[in-house]
Every structure is written in structure tokens, then in C-alpha cells.
């Protein structure tokens, strides 16, 4: 297993720390092992902690007012996540709920503060970070208010592909079922359920209980690439 200061040291958040630095870093860490479906913390807790996906993967998710489940983003190994609520100081806005085994190095937010004042270098990549997050969410509503729905079930299996299986991102391993998917696409479970079934038809994926893999990742590039309904 790889150590606390070796995962932290291949991070490039922390990559170009001085060995003295990446040791105090990692000894600021705490490590914790989350069996799936355990939260990391529920939202409306307190942010006292800044978190990074060591191993597996955590989904945020919101409770709506009818009680719907609703997955707001999927991190994998090396992703960061809580650093908004830590920072501006405001409870967690959703919560954070393990996909399968997962591993988290945490740093309390007594600590962040003066990795930051002290580290100059670590604060720069943590802002192109944030940055590049909040693009990232700006795209997704983007999609959710103006994609068609196959474009953005299309774009999803990609992504989640590419989250558990690096070498090929073809296959989807996570425990997600079509309820999970139509969530995060921001759609029915109907209407998953029937895109899906079309792509399975025509051989783009296959599904089966050990999860969905893609059979023709070009088709679901050619959907991603087609322009949205007039």
C-alpha cells in the first residue's frame, strides 16, 4: 500500500514540496479506510476537515424535499473534495458517501490555513485547482440546462469509465444503478432506463450485475459530438 508521503508527494498539489515540507505536510494527514456506502461526512456538518481520495471513490450527494437522492459529482483516487465549506467556513453543502472500499487522507482545516500562509507554491496550485472545479461545475449545469438527454448519459458513462478503469476506460465497475445515473444526468429513471436500453440494442454497452461496459466508446464520442435538439 502506498504510504501517506509517497501518495501525497505524487499529488500536484504537493509535487514540488522540499522533502522537509512533504514530511510535515504528511504528517499533518490523518488516513482513514471507509467500507462502501459509509459517509464521510453528512451535509450541514461542520467543515472542519479538507479531504482527498487515497483509493475508491466518493460520490457527493444532496437530500431534495421529497426525499430524492441527488448525486452531485463522483471523485476518484486523487481528487479533493470539502475545501469550499473548509475555507469560506460554512457547513458542508452535501454529503459524501463512499463508492465500494475507500481510503481518504484528511487534513483539518487548522492545518490548511497554514499550509497555505506557509506554502505559497501549494496555494497557487490549490487556486488553478478550485478554478478548474468550479469550469467544471459551470459545464455541467450548462449541459444539464441545454444537451439532449442521450448526450448527457452518453457523456457520463465516459466519464465514470474513465474514472475506475484508466488503462481502457471502457468498463464501469462502480455499484450504480440506473436510479444513480439518471441523478447525476439530471433526468427521469424512465427515461435512463430507456436510453440505456437503446445503447445496449444497438451494442454500444452492455450491462450486466458487475457493472456497464462500454462495447463502443467511438458511438458515445459521435452522441457527445452532436449538436442538442432544435
Same mark, same amino acid.
Given at each position: 500500500?502506498?504510504?501517506?508521503?509517497?501518495?501525497?508527494?505524487?499529488?500536484?498539489? &504537493?509535487?514540488?514540496?522540499?522533502?522537509?515540507?512533504?514530511?510535515?505536510?504528511?504528517?499533518?494527514?490523518?488516513?482513514?479506510?471507509?467500507?462502501?456506502?459509509?459517509?464521510? &461526512?453528512?451535509?450541514?456538518?461542520?467543515?472542519?476537515?479538507?479531504?482527498?481520495?487515497?483509493?475508491?471513490?466518493?460520490?457527493?450527494?444532496?437530500?431534495?424535499?421529497?426525499?430524492?437522492?441527488?448525486?452531485?459529482?463522483?471523485?476518484?483516487?486523487?481528487?479533493?473534495?470539502?475545501?469550499?465549506?473548509?475555507?469560506?467556513?460554512?457547513?458542508?453543502?452535501?454529503?459524501?458517501?463512499?463508492?465500494?472500499?475507500?481510503?481518504?487522507?484528511?487534513?483539518?482545516?487548522?492545518?490548511?490555513?497554514?499550509?497555505?500562509?506557509?506554502?505559497?507554491?501549494?496555494?497557487?496550485?490549490?487556486?488553478?485547482?478550485?478554478?478548474?472545479? *468550479?469550469?467544471?461545475?459551470?459545464?455541467?449545469?450548462?449541459?444539464?440546462?441545454?444537451?439532449?438527454?442521450?448526450?448527457?448519459?452518453?457523456?457520463?458513462?465516459?466519464?465514470?469509465?474513465?474514472?475506475?478503469?484508466?488503462?481502457?476506460?471502457?468498463?464501469?465497475?462502480?455499484?450504480?444503478?440506473?436510479?444513480?445515473?439518471?441523478?447525476?444526468?439530471?433526468?427521469?429513471?424512465?427515461?435512463?432506463?430507456?436510453?440505456?436500453?437503446?445503447?445496449?440494442?444497438?451494442?454500444?454497452?452492455?450491462?450486466?450485475?458487475?457493472?456497464?461496459?462500454?462495447?463502443?466508446?467511438?458511438?458515445? *464520442?459521435?452522441?457527445?459530438? *452532436?449538436?442538442?435538439?432544435?
Amino acid at each position: 500500500m502506498t504510504s501517506k508521503k509517497e501518495f501525497l508527494k505524487n499529488l500536484p498539489m &504537493f509535487s514540488s514540496l522540499s522533502d522537509t515540507d512533504l514530511t510535515g505536510i504528511s504528517n499533518m494527514a490523518q488516513e482513514f479506510i471507509y467500507n462502501n456506502g459509509e459517509y464521510v &461526512f453528512y451535509e450541514g456538518d461542520s467543515p472542519d476537515w479538507f479531504c482527498i481520495v487515497k483509493e475508491g471513490n466518493i460520490k457527493a450527494i444532496k437530500q431534495a424535499e421529497d426525499g430524492k437522492e441527488i448525486i452531485m459529482h463522483m471523485f476518484k483516487a486523487g481528487d479533493t473534495f470539502g475545501e469550499v465549506a473548509v475555507f469560506d467556513r460554512r457547513p458542508y453543502p452535501a454529503s459524501a458517501l463512499t463508492v465500494g472500499k475507500t481510503t481518504v487522507i484528511k487534513f483539518h482545516h487548522t492545518h490548511c490555513f497554514e499550509i497555505l500562509e506557509t506554502m505559497p507554491e501549494v496555494a497557487a496550485k490549490f487556486l488553478l485547482t478550485m478554478g478548474r472545479k *468550479q469550469r467544471e461545475f459551470v459545464e455541467r449545469i450548462e449541459a444539464a440546462l441545454t444537451a439532449r438527454v442521450e448526450k448527457r448519459i452518453a457523456a457520463t458513462l465516459l466519464k465514470l469509465a474513465n474514472m475506475t478503469d484508466k488503462d481502457r476506460g471502457k468498463s464501469i465497475n462502480l455499484h450504480l444503478t440506473r436510479k444513480d445515473i439518471a441523478s447525476m444526468v439530471g433526468t427521469t429513471i424512465e427515461t435512463t432506463i430507456r436510453v440505456m436500453s437503446r445503447f445496449q440494442k444497438e451494442g454500444v454497452i452492455e450491462t450486466a450485475k458487475s457493472g456497464i461496459t462500454i462495447l463502443k466508446p467511438d458511438r458515445l *464520442q459521435e452522441i457527445i459530438g *452532436q449538436e442538442s435538439d432544435n
